[in-house]
T-cell receptor
Framework: AQSVTQLDSQVPVFEEAPVELRCNYS??????LFWYVQYPNQGLQLLLK??????LVKGINGFEAEFNKSQTSFHLRKPSVHISDTAEYFC????????????FGTGTQLKVEL | DADVTQTPRNRITKTGKRIMLECSQT?????MYWYRQDPGLGLRLIYY???????NKGEISDGYSVSRQAQAKFSLSLESAIPNQTALYFC????????????FGPGTRLTVL
């Protein structure tokens, strides 16, 4: 079975600073990887996803993530954050073959401060 | 209008009561999901449905049941609510492949006293 670990439950950062949100996964087979964002009092929406090909994936709102198979990681980065990026971010994984479940991490709360 | 709607948005109920949460979508997607979100636990899958006749249990289905009344409607029921079912519940839809994006509703905040 697959699993996702988001080690940082909260990440405080000042506006215009860079940020990295960490995600590691565990699976014995190939996976698809996703980052979702949840703004306050809203449902989740997709930021970006890695299916195959280039390991650097660009998403909405200036975010990008890099798939690293050897380190089983899919860290999310943004070079300069804005107050509006304050939200909870979820990493998720699904298997490429067999099974259809999307497994979520426990989430990282990004708080952008002035 | 929102593509995925959930009703009610907030609900307070008492232990032992039956409650139904409803989800409707206008995206025309075949796949629908119910998740619950608890602080520090992320989202966990309760039930999912790939079409009207295909319903599957997720990782935490005990105490819940579902009904797929039509392609556009997927309801979650708590037959006899208990306090540890207090959570934020999300419905999501997906077109037809595991690589497709899941689209989430705004959530229902359920409190069981």
């Amino acid at each position: 079975a697959q699993s996702v670990t988001q080690l940082d439950s909260q990440v405080p950062v000042f506006e215009e600073a860079p940020v990295e949100l960490r995600c590691n996964y565990s699976s014995s087979v190939s996976v698809y990887l996703f980052w979702y964002v949840q703004y306050p009092n809203q449902g989740l929406q997709l930021l970006l996803k890695y299916l195959s090909g280039s390991t650097l994936v660009k998403g909405i709102n200036g975010f990008e993530a890099e798939f690293n198979k050897s380190q089983t990681s899919f860290h999310l980065r943004k070079p300069s954050v804005h107050i509006s990026d304050t939200a909870e971010y979820f990493c998720a994984v699904s298997l490429t073959g067999g099974g259809n479940k999307l497994t979520f991490g426990t989430g990282t709360q990004l708080k952008v401060e002035l | 209008d929102a593509d995925v709607t959930q009703t009610p948005r907030n609900r307070i109920t008492k232990t032992g009561k039956r409650i139904m949460l409803e989800c409707s979508q206008t995206k025309g997607h075949d796949r629908m999901y119910w998740y619950r979100q608890d602080p520090g636990l992320g989202l966990r899958l309760i039930y999912y449905s790939f079409d009207v006749k295909d319903i599957n249990k997720g990782e935490i289905s005990d105490g819940y049941s579902v009904s797929r009344q039509a392609q556009a409607k997927f309801s979650l029921s708590l037959e006899s609510a208990i306090p540890n079912q207090t959570a934020l519940y999300f419905c999501a839809t997906q077109r037809g492949a595991r690589t497709d994006t899941q689209y989430f509703g705004p959530g229902t905040r359920l409190t069981v006293l």
